[in-house]
């Protein structure tokens, strides 16, 4: 099997300079990539910032023959962290929306800043980069896109309402852009990462956090950025070693009444719930024209009187 490589190609990552981002900009550079570590610098809740992150690895990346830029900007400011790529390599090819905070309450506990911060790195932060570097990949017909969403958005948990909410978000906007761009060679996949960083060091246990080294991931999100790689506005989860997709099932359900002309009564959707949510013989569907096709399916049997 040849080496997966990345020579000519301009990898921005966000947030590189610490945990998976670090990871991902170490990797990208030792198979070829010019890498853009961009960093605020800041704590983990988002207050602070320093050059000190993105700087320590850049030199890493230098000390190892590769070549890279630091960037200090917020996400919030995607446009500028897209200009340092464009100002120092004159093109982007892939982006990593990677750059994250957290700000743990139990919902009650949320205040407006909290949330609003956590919406901004996370959300917003992708959707300006993204933004930014969209009309560079179109002109070139080539680009490659990962948001970073969490097992928090995808299955909930306690104390992170704020972070689910903009996670879950990131996997909505991830679907459309993965639609756009398809026809420009776009692609923008969701990667659900679990390991140990500064994010996760109170939350597991000592030799969960030892084994899940954030490493192990850098590879998935590498190859899902390859040309080579088809995939498109997949979810895929990774951690620990493992990486496997994800799908929204959809129970095959009930229909809740007799004919088109029958209005449907709660105590028909009560006397059908078992139905309803029997996820046996669910599906994943593939796209919103298929929901409207099972729809018209459901509407012709109606008219069938089935
Ligand atoms: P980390 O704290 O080690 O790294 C995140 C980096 O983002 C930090 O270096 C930080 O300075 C930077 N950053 C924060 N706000 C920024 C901003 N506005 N602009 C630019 N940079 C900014 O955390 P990590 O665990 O490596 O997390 C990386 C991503 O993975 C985050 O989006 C996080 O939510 C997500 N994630 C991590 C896990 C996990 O298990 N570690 C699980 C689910 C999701």
């Given at each position: 099997m040849s080496d997966l490589r990345f020579d000519g190609r301009v990898v921005v990552v966000t947030g590189a300079g610490a945990g998976l981002g670090r990871t991902y900009a170490l990797l990208f550079a030792s198979r070829g990539a010019k890498v853009v570590v961009n960093d605020l610098g800041g704590g983990r809740d988002g207050d602070g910032k320093s050059s000190k992150a993105a700087d320590n690895v850049v030199n890493e990346i230098k000390t190892r023959g590769g070549t890279a830029v630091a960037d200090y900007n917020?996400?919030?400011?995607?446009?500028?962290?897209?200009?340092?790529?464009?100002?120092?390599?004159?093109r982007v090819d892939v982006l990593i929306n990677n750059a994250g905070i957290l700000?743990?309450?139990?919902f009650m506990k949320i205040t407006d800043h909290d949330w609003d911060l956590i919406q901004a790195v996370h959300l917003k932060g992708s959707f300006k980069t993204t933004q930014a570097a969209f009309p560079?990949?179109?002109?070139?017909?080539?680009?490659?896109?990962?948001?970073?969403?969490?097992t928090s958005g995808l299955y909930g948990n306690f104390g992170q309402a704020n972070y689910s909410a903009a996670k879950m978000g990131l996997v909505g906007l991830a679907n459309t852009v993965a639609i756009e761009g398809e026809r420009y060679n776009i692609h923008c996949n969701i990667i659900v990462p679990t390991a140990a960083s500064r994010l996760t060091q109170d939350i597991m246990p000592p030799d969960l956090f030892e084994a899940l080294k954030p490493d192990l991931i850098a590879p998935?999100?590498?190859?899902?950025?390859?040309?080579?790689c088809l995939e498109n506005g997949a979810i895929i989860e990774s951690g620990g070693g493992w990486a496997g997709k994800c799908q929204i099932l959809r129970a095959n359900g009930a229909i809740l009444r007799k004919n088109l002309t029958e209005d449907v009564s709660i105590e028909?959707?009560?006397?059908?719930w078992e139905q309803i949510i029997d996820t046996k013989n669910g599906k994943c569907l593939g796209s919103g024209r298929e929901v409207v096709i099972a729809l018209v399916e459901v509407l012709e049997k109606l008219r069938n009187g089935d």
């Open positions: 917020s996400v919030v400011e995607g446009e500028k962290i897209i200009k340092t790529a464009i100002d120092n390599f004159g700000r743990d309450k139990s560079v990949f179109k002109k070139q017909n080539y680009g490659r896109i990962i948001m970073t969403a969490s998935v999100v590498a190859y899902l950025c390859h040309e080579s028909n959707v009560q006397k059908l």
